[in-house]
């Protein structure tokens, strides 16, 4: 199948990290997959998928809506999607995934934050509370839900690891994983959860919520949300590290699925976090006081400062 279409413009490759409608944000997964299989079964995939939307809206029963400011349903549609699309960069790369393996990443990859939901019962704060034990508290909803996504019970282990390869509290060198094949499930995961954040045009804004969540979980010895802008240049370049050694450099494969899709032989996502940081490193060159000035996208800053 030719996918090839002409150079994307500056806009358009903006679009690449617009998604926020679950609808549009399925169906180009639902293509990118189909392109691989186009018989493939995505059932199980789509049921879970509905009630983690049902989960941030409000309507899955005994729980509350998602709430945690900077975890949102962006974060989980901008990871999904760039799940599929490494998922894809690396089936072209010469590493071809079957089914199950496509559908083992695309669940994972909407599990891997479920753990932030709250019962009826836990309704107290954000959910940013689970910030240290989120990953577990997800895998602990996945495994009592399988049968309701119509999933056999023995993916649970092998989800199970995948899903621990987007907790970075753990030393991911350490996973002692079922099969080779399940290490390299868990590092595509793992490796669009960081690079599917970063890359958005507003992280860098929504730092500030993130700062939120760290404080309501008395997590990452923060002064204030300038330190943790400040400190966030080393963390990426830390962060970068895990992605090279860790979780195997297969972010990489990016530019497999962007040079079949489109016709551009890039790794958008990289390119797009290395402006942000470029941008990052001009903002806090200024004094403090002028910094949230400069930080001027969808409106962040002032709903920042009306909630802290």
Partial sequence: MNHIKPALIPA????????????????KANQIVQSINPNIDLTSVRNVFD???????????????????????RHTLDVFICAVRLLHGVHLSGTPLDDEEITLVMIAALLHDI??????????????????????????????H?????????????????????DLHLNLSELNFSTPRIRLLGQIVGSADIVGQMADRTYLEKLLFLFNEFKEANYGNL??????????RGFYESIRK???????????????HFKDWIGEDKNFYIESIEHNFKYLDKVIMQQE????????????VKVFQQIS
């Fill in 12 to 27: 358009e490759i903006r679009e690449l990290f617009v998604n926020y409608d679950p609808v549009d944000t399925w169906n």
């Fill in 51 to 73: 009630d983690v939307m049902c989960l941030f809206g409000g309507s899955y029963p005994g729980y509350i809506p998602i709430q945690t400011p900077y975890h949102d349903l």
């Fill in 115 to 144: 753990g932030y939901a709250q019962k009826v019962d836990e309704a107290n704060g954000s959910g940013a509370q689970f910030t240290q034990v989120h990953v577990k508290r997800g895998i602990a909803f996945m495994e009592r």
């Fill in 146 to 166: 399988l049968s309701d996504w119509n999933i056999p019970g023995k993916l649970a282990h092998p989800l199970t690891q995948i899903i621990l390869c987007t």
């Fill in 223 to 232: 002064e204030n949300s300038h330190d943790l802008l400040k400190k966030s």
């Fill in 242 to 256: 895990t992605l090279d050694n860790d979780l195997g450099g297969i972010y990489q494969r990016l530019s497999f």
């Fill in 289 to 300: 006081s002028e910094w949230f000035s400069m930080l001027k996208r969808h409106g962040i």
